[in-house]
Each structure stands twice: as C-alpha cells, then as structure tokens.
Antibody
Framework: QVQLKESGPGLVQPSETLSLTCTVS????????VNWVRQPPGKGLEWMGT???????DYNSALKSRLSISRDTSKSQVFLKMNSLQTEDTAIYLC????????????????WGQGVMVTVSS | DIQMTQSPSLLSASVGDRVTLSCKAS??????LNWYQQKLGEAPKLLIY???SLQTGIPSRFSGSGSGTDYTLTISSLQPEDVATYFC????????FGAGTKLELK
C-alpha cells in the first residue's frame, strides 16, 4: 500500500539549515509528484513545494530563496533543504503524494505522511 | 498569490445537523478546489476534489459545490466522527490552503 514517512532532526538552531527526508513506498517517484507542506502548531497548512514525476520542481514564492527539493528515485526518497531557519519556521513538516489526472483538471494530495515536528530554537 | 478565506473559523453543531462550511478565493479559481479533513494529531485526509467529486471511501453525507470564487462543503447529517478541522485548497495557481474551519459538537 501507499505510504510516506518523514524523517529528520527535531531541533534546529536558528540560522542553520533544515534537512528532511520523505521515504515513500507503494508507488514510484517517476509516476507521481510529491509535495512538502508545513503546519505551525495550532495553525493552518502552508504548501512549500513540489517535485514532479519528471524531476522538475515548483516552490512557494515566499520560500523559494531558501528552499530546495530533490529526490533519489533508486531509494524512493524525496529531500527538503531549507536554509536560514528562524523561530517562525517551527512547524510539523509533512510530505504528500500528488495525484494528477486529465491534464491537470484533477489534482489533489491523496496520501500523506504523519509529519515530523521541527523546532527552531537555540 | 491567491488567498483562500474560510468561514467560520469555529463551528458548533449537533449530531444530525446539516452543516455548511465556506471557502472564498481572492480570484476566480475555476473549480480547482479540494477539501481535506484533519482530525487531531492526524495527517489531512482528502474528502472532495475538483469542487464536487467525492474521494473513494468518503461517506456520501459529504458534498461540495461552488464556482468562481465561492465554494462550500456540506455535511448533510453531522456524525460524532466528523469532529475535525476542514481545509480548502486551491490549485488554479500553485497551491494555497485556507486557514481552516474547526468543527465541534454542541
């Protein structure tokens, strides 16, 4: 069955770089896109970026200068790197598979990981 | 960037009530709108895609409607297991989520 699982450090120092991994199973990264979404404690969801099945990427314009998403298809892993972290980057970070049908008419996040809590603090 | 405004932010209703949640986009999103349910401590779950298409396995008491800038999620008869926060998401231009409507039992 389809599964996604995030991993990474729970605590990051201010100004440092966050590195997270999303390990997927049950589908191929060459067939589906994967998104990163974050959720500050008690708040809403913020889309961060997408790596598409062809390896191309799209980023939230508010984060684009600090964010990089890449993948290793042989290991079924998607990576997030974000630099210059601040306290406001404290959040649960989730990865989600994107289903894309009918030339983009139907696009939705159909499977999600459980998320990893990242706290930015000294 | 397209902004999504959900209302109300908090809704209290009784079991069996018909419940309507609203999502308004800052510009026309041409029905490119999805709804998700998030229960406490869990990942979001897709309920409705492309405004009114019910995801497989989701109970038929959930339905979606709308066009242009205004969209609605309706629960025809509220059940205790529907207590959750509901998010809308537009994908007409990149992706934006609303801030959510928290649904609780009265």
């Amino acid at each position: 069955q389809v599964q996604l699982k995030e991993s990474g450090p729970g605590l990051v120092q201010p100004s440092e770089t966050l590195s997270l991994t999303c390990t997927v199973s049950g589908f191929s990264l060459t067939s589906y896109g994967v998104n990163w979404v974050r959720q500050p404690p008690g708040k809403g969801l913020e889309w961060m970026g997408t790596i598409w099945n062809d390896g191309s990427t799209d980023y939230n314009s508010a984060l684009k200068s600090r964010l990089s998403i890449s993948r290793d298809t042989s290991k079924s892993q998607v990576f997030l790197k974000m630099n210059s972290l601040q306290t406001e980057d404290t959040a649960i970070y989730l990865c989600a598979r994107e289903a894309y049908y009918d030339d983009g008419t139907y696009r939705y996040f159909d499977y999600w990981g459980q998320g990893v809590m990242v706290t930015v603090s000294s | 960037d397209i902004q999504m405004t959900q209302s109300p932010s908090l809704l209290s209703a009784s079991v069996g009530d018909r419940v309507t949640l609203s999502c308004k986009a800052s510009q026309n999103i041409y029905k490119y709108l999805n709804w998700y349910q998030q229960k406490l401590g869990e990942a979001p779950k897709l309920l409705i895609y492309y405004t009114n298409s019910l995801q497989t396995g989701i109970p038929s008491r959930f339905s979606g409607s709308g066009s242009g800038t205004d969209y609605t999620l309706t629960i025809s008869s509220l059940q205790p297991e529907d207590v959750a926060t509901y998010f809308c998401q537009q994908y007409n231009s990149w992706n934006t989520f609303g801030a959510g409507t928290k649904l609780e039992l009265k």
